[in-house]
């Protein structure tokens, strides 16, 4: 069989202003012409679960780089010195707000011998949890508290047979429209002669069945560089995936090159054509100066789109007020889409965190100050990242949000933050249950001289109210695993919501295991959910139409809306290609809020559009999802 892949580019430029500041970036045509099935329910699959770590060499890239980030930490730990002090930034909330409830918990990925954890996942409809770390990926079915599988990075797309067996930073995404999987990892560093990101996406209603894989080049641009550090989304139509181009060695400045974005055609890898049609954007620039490790933001109670966006910031800086918000605006296949870049400030200065302390004179490692997880919703953006709290120098997390990105020039930002604990890692995700709400649940990992790493929750009710933390896993010990006081925490930790219920959310964090005399990293997999009760949005929707569930899955779906007079109306639902399904006619409303149910029992999956009308004018329209 002929492994080789094949791909063609076609590099665009394009050169923008923004007041005195200038973005640029290339846009390049690629095909990758390459695909190998396999279906991973044969049992005839040897999988040794085999790992080579270098305890004494932890960080992927090259020395020079780990020197820098040691020496700016040190630096800011001397600007910064830890003393035990309550920040200023945080606002305390005005009444009190439940504290997420945990529905189901369970151990997840077992620890192979691989550091960090890196821990990733995602959850179906029927309740299939697919979760990931640096080594393994598991299928689990929360029905039937049962583990359906276990296999190994390098096993999983071996069909791939050119690749490098170096298999690590997995990302993994359910696509709730086409009720399937995609999992995404890099193959390949520093130390090999090539790199792929690898996206595998899964073909049939079974999990364990056949998925379709894809080598696509680590080295887009031919210049000796390879992928790092994969983060991704989906749209109704196409995956986006960003990365990190490095050089092979070089110092700490020149080894980084730049991030790209590539924009793929999802509906290509769940068809598994031959041809799996991208965009690679890359020379992403502000004011001539790379944009670096650039996160993708998810759709909040559903996907987005056809645009996508995206955030950075100074993530490599003591303290710095500075973020990006970019945004390409169409499909690959529109000759008009371009990518959008724009700076935006902060009322708060974040930086890039210390090295927090654990029991046993450890410390954790916290990378820096990038963008770790971000979802768009109801016209905002929320985002999470690591940052430090210069008030007490302690490892915190920020949490940001961004009001009308389309014209937005600020941000607002606040670190959450305990006397005594320190945070790192943190992801986010919607669980609002209005089209004003900003209800959320994050996730993190936490640790303090003395108590060891687990992970917690806490839900944001509105600008600024949080709950208490909710310890979802506390640490059964420390981790002591690398050579010397510095150990690896985690590059990210996992966060979805449950499309078509609100307030309902999974995540994954890192805590210290206690197996026999050794200290190693566990994964822990948490179902939460807050109560809609605590939404000041719910149920009132003020002037426009708000569609709950939706996604909708086999239930009914209500709408709440406005009336300004005492009228009577027509509902329809026509699909995306202007057909009329439903026509429900002359129901009586009334001035003010009301409120409209359907079961969606009959429907297919896909995408409506809802229209509330009568004689005189349109009054509402409204998007409907419905999975199956």
């Known amino acids: 069989m002929n492994n080789r892949i094949k791909y063609l580019i076609i590099p665009l430029i394009f050169i923008a202003f923004c007041g005195n500041s200038q973005t640029s970036y290339q846009s390049q045509r690629l095909a990758v012409k390459q695909k190998i099935k396999k279906n991973i329910s044969d049992n005839s699959i040897v999988d040794y679960q085999v790992q080579m770590q270098n305890i004494e ?12 980030l040691n020496d700016l930490k040190k630096e800011s730990e001397k600007l910064y010195p830890f003393r035990k002090a309550s920040s200023t930034l945080r606002k305390a909330a005005d009444i009190s707000l439940d504290t997420p409830m945990v529905v189901h918990s369970f151990e997840g990925n ?25 080594t393994n990926i598991i299928f689990y079915d929360v029905e039937k508290d049962s583990l359906l599988k276990t296999i190994s990075l390098n096993v999983f797309s071996d069909t791939l047979s050119t690749v ?12 709730y429209q086409k009720d399937r999987f995609i999992v995404v990892n890099l193959a390949g560093a520093s130390s090999d002669n090539t790199s792929h990101i690898i996206v595998g996406f899964q073909l049939t209603e079974d999990v364990l069945g056949d998925w379709a894989f894809y080598a696509v080049p680590g080295n887009p641009l031919n210049d000796t560089s390879w992928t790092d550090f994969p983060a991704i989304s989906l749209s109704d139509d196409e995956l986006f995936i960003t990365g990190n181009l490095l050089r092979y060695g070089g110092s700490w400045q020149t080894s980084f090159k730049q991030s790209v974005i590539w924009q793929i055609d999802k509906n290509s890898g769940f068809q598994a ?36 966006y995206f955030m950075s910031n100074k993530n490599f800086a003591i303290t710095n007020d500075t973020f990006f918000l970019l945004k390409t605006t169409g499909l690959l296949d529109n000759s008009a889409t371009v990518l959008d870049i724009k700076m935006i400030k902060s009322d708060h200065y974040y930086g890039a965190p210390p090295n927090p302390r654990m029991p046993g004179n450890k410390r954790l490692a916290t990378n820096d ?13 929320q985002y999470v990242g690591n940052t430090i709290d210069t008030s007490n120098g302690y490892a915190t997390i920020y949490h940001g949000i961004i009001e009308n990105p389309e014209t937005a020039q600020t941000t607002n930002l606040v670190f959450i933050n305990s006397d005594t604990l320190q945070f790192g890692y943190p992801n ?47 640490g059964q010990t420390y981790m002591n695993v690398l050579l010397g006081g510095l150990q690896r925490w985690g590059d990210y930790s996992g966060s979805q919501p ?20 050794q200290k190693i990293y566990g994964t822990w997999i948490s179902h939460v959910n807050t109560t809609m009760e605590d939404d000041p ?4 929707p003020n002037g426009k139409a708000y569609v709950f569930p939706n996604p909708s899955a086999n239930e009914n779906v209500s709408v709440v809306f406005d009336m300004e007079i005492n009228t009577k109306v027509n509902v329809e639902l026509v699909d995306m290609q202007g057909k009329s399904i439903a026509l429900m006619k002359d129901y009586y409303t009334k001035q003010g809020t009301n409120l409209f149910s359907f079961s969606t029992l009959n429907l297919t999956s896909g995408v409506y559009i809802l229209r509330i009308f009568d004689d005189q004018k349109l009054h509402h329209s409204s998007r409907v999802v419905v999975a199956d």
Request: aromatic share 14%; proline share 5%.
């Open 57 to 68: 060499n932890p960080f992927e890239g090259n020395s020079h780089y780990r020197h820098f």
């Open 110 to 134: 077992l620890y192979n011998n691989s550091v960090p954890n890196d821990n990733t996942m995602a959850v179906n409809k029927d309740g299939i949890v697919l979760s990931a770390i640096n």
């Open 164 to 175: 490098s067996t170096h298999q690590y930073d997995p990302k993994v995404i359910y696509d």
């Open 273 to 308: 054509d031959t041809v799996l049609d991208a965009v690679v954007y890359s020379g992403i620039q502000f004011n001539g100066v790379n944009i670096r490790n650039l996160h993708p933001v998810v759709g909040g109670s559903g996907f987005y789109g056809p645009e996508m």
């Open 369 to 381: 100050a990038r963008v770790l997880g971000a979802f768009y919703e109801n016209d905002h953006i």
């Open 428 to 474: 986010i995700s919607y669980c609002g249950s209005h089209f004003k709400s900003k209800m959320s649940i994050i996730n993190f990992n936490y640790t303090f001289e003395d108590i060891n790493p687990g992970c917690a929750v806490i839900s944001f009710k509105k600008p600024w109210e949080y709950s208490d933390i909710k310890v979802i896993k506390a």
């Open 498 to 517: 449950v499309y078509g219920k609100t307030g309902e959310v999974w995540v994954s964090g890192t805590f210290g295991k206690a197996n026999g005399s």
């Open 537 to 540: 949005y719910f149920p009132t």
